[in-house]
Nanobody, 117 residues
Framework: QVQVQESGPGLVKPSQTLSLTCTVS??????????WSWIRQPPGKGLEWMGV???????YYNPSLNSRTSISRDTSKNQFSLQLSSVTPEDTAVYYC?????????WGQGTQVTVSS
């Protein structure tokens, strides 16, 4: 059973870069056809897909985030990471990593990130 777990700072200052890591267990991030996504939910709003890195290393991003998003992976650690630059208080949200082969079968518990000075 694949498990994913988010980690990173809970507080980020405006204009800084938010960095989160998702650690994967029970499966490999290079397993065929799996995709590894970052999704967030601002307070009082719905889920927003931020981007994905596929099993073969391709990345795709939500264009609404204005190129502030970068997703990378470390296959030696079986982890993938999110960087969101130039954050504002509007980036305050619960951030999730999620994965599946054709859907979101596995979710982390989410991590709260607050953008505040």
């Amino acid at each position: 059973q694949v498990q994913v777990q988010e980690s990173g700072p809970g507080l980020v200052k405006p204009s800084q870069t938010l960095s989160l890591t998702c650690t994967v267990s029970g499966g490999s991030i290079t397993a065929n056809y799996y995709a590894w996504s970052w999704i967030r939910q601002p307070p009082g709003k719905g889920l927003e897909w931020m981007g994905v890195i596929t099993y073969d290393g391709n990345t795709y991003y939500n264009p609404s985030l204005n190129s502030r998003t970068s997703i990378s992976r470390d296959t030696s650690k079986n982890q993938f990471s999110l960087q969101l630059s130039s954050v504002t208080p509007e980036d305050t949200a619960v951030y999730y990593c999620a994965s599946g082969a054709g859907g979101y079968d596995y979710w982390g518990q989410g991590t709260q990130v607050t953008v505040s000075s």
